[in-house]
């Protein structure tokens, strides 16, 4: 019997799929169950799913209405019976002993989360963030932990986790479809709290397509104030989630200091229409969580607590100028050695 599935989220990506699907058909590991779902294509990417149906038969085709990445996600993680769950976005590709590797780590380790490296395709496509994000070290946390959360390289991406499908069916844990983008963020963020183990590697398993041409992500890109706001709509469902979960409380200050950096740090450098719509839709999402007093109470950078208390939570907000020395004294607080 296979030890791992590999989910592979199919929609209008029939110019990629072969190189692919290919890279799963050349993995050391021959035993794995390939579950690929096809999410109400509109090209020819159903009919390029038959073809390799019908030539390997590992590979199973699910067939739904658009429903999304995480929809597609979720209905392969449904339709596993393997020990072990990975994903392969349909326009990237897995190293050739990517499978072995992720089944040997997760056999060695018995994390419930394994998360491991990357490579780019292009392999010039590259950013400081991208390269010290797709380069995690190796190492073992048990429990919660700060470190894991906050400050490894273990966020976003969940096609770079592998996890265990008996973990994931305890938890109900599955990827959140009432967002269209940052799901993967979202992800990480119910998991690793509520994973007993998670097991970091440094092997570069996945060749990440950095960017491709018509994807949710280069259009976000390319609207920072949309971007933005899906940010303050991440951030609301990480938060509703870690009420469900008990864990706010626990850890508020990272939570708090990430908050900052995933929508305010680009927030307040934006026009100042933008940076009020931004500021407005974050206040109420913090505000219904915890009390003025008590954020003013936490233990963050005093630049983060500007940016939280004057920028962000008082309806007045700053000026252009005042948020321009706020954010070069922010970035000196970030990277100061």
């Known amino acids: 019997m296979s030890r791992l599935s590999v989910v592979v989220p199919v929609y209008n990506v029939e110019r990629y799929l072969d190189a692919s699907l290919g890279?799963?058909?050349?993995?050391?590991?021959?035993?794995i169950d390939i579950i690929c779902v096809d999410d109400g294509s509109t090209d020819g990417s159903r009919a390029a799913l038959a073809r390799w149906e019908e030539r390997d038969p590992r590979v199973r085709v699910l067939s739904k209405p658009n429903g999304g990445l995480s929809s597609a996600r979720n209905a392969g993680i449904d339709a596993a019976t393997t020990d072990y769950?990975?994903?392969?976005?349909?326009?990237?590709?897995?190293?050739?002993?990517?499978?072995?590797?992720?089944?040997?780590?997760?056999?060695?380790t018995h994390a419930d989360v394994l998360t491991f490296?990357?490579?780019?395709?292009?392999?010039?496509?590259?950013?400081?963030?991208?390269?010290?994000?797709?380069?995690?070290?190796?190492?073992?946390?048990?429990?919660?932990?700060?470190?894991l959360m906050f400050y490894?390289?273990?966020?976003?991406?969940?096609?770079r986790m592998a996890l265990r499908r008996e973990f994931l069916a305890r938890g109900g844990l599955r990827f959140d479809e009432g967002v269209r983008f940052g799901e993967d963020q979202i992800f990480a963020f119910a998991v690793y709290p509520r994973a007993s183990r998670v097991a970091l590697s440094s092997e570069r398993l996945y060749e990440y397509r950095v960017v491709r041409e018509?994807?949710?992500?280069?259009?976000?890109?390319?609207?920072?104030?949309?971007?933005?706001?899906?940010h303050v709509?991440?951030?609301?469902h990480i938060l509703a989630d870690w009420e469900r979960g008990g864990f706010l409380g626990a850890d508020d200050a990272n939570l708090v200091e990430f908050v900052m950096e995933?929508?305010?740090?680009?927030?307040?450098?934006?026009?100042?229409?933008?940076y009020r719509r931004v500021a407005a839709a974050l206040r109420p999402v913090l505000l219904s969580r915890w009390d003025e007093g008590y954020l003013a109470s936490l233990d963050v950078l005093p630049a983060t607590r500007a940016m939280l208390l004057k920028a962000t939570l008082d309806p007045k907000g700053m000026s252009p100028a005042a948020r321009r020395v706020l954010t070069l004294a922010y970035y000196l607080a970030r990277h100061r050695p």
């Open 152 to 159: 490894e390289s273990s966020r976003p991406f969940a096609w």
């Open 85 to 108: 769950v990975c994903f392969l976005d349909s326009d990237d590709r897995f190293h050739p002993n990517a499978c072995a590797e992720i089944v040997r780590l997760l056999d060695q």
């Open 214 to 230: 018509g994807s949710l992500m280069a259009g976000m890109n390319a609207d920072v104030e949309a971007k933005l706001l899906e």
């Open 233 to 236: 709509t991440i951030i609301d």
């Open 262 to 274: 995933y929508v305010m740090r680009e927030g307040i450098r934006q026009n100042s229409g933008c």
């Open 23 to 31: 890279s799963l058909e050349d993995q050391s590991l021959a035993d």
């Open 117 to 147: 490296g990357a490579t780019l395709c292009p392999p010039d496509a590259r950013s400081p963030w991208i390269a010290r994000v797709l380069s995690p070290r190796d190492a073992v946390f048990d429990g919660y932990s700060s470190e």
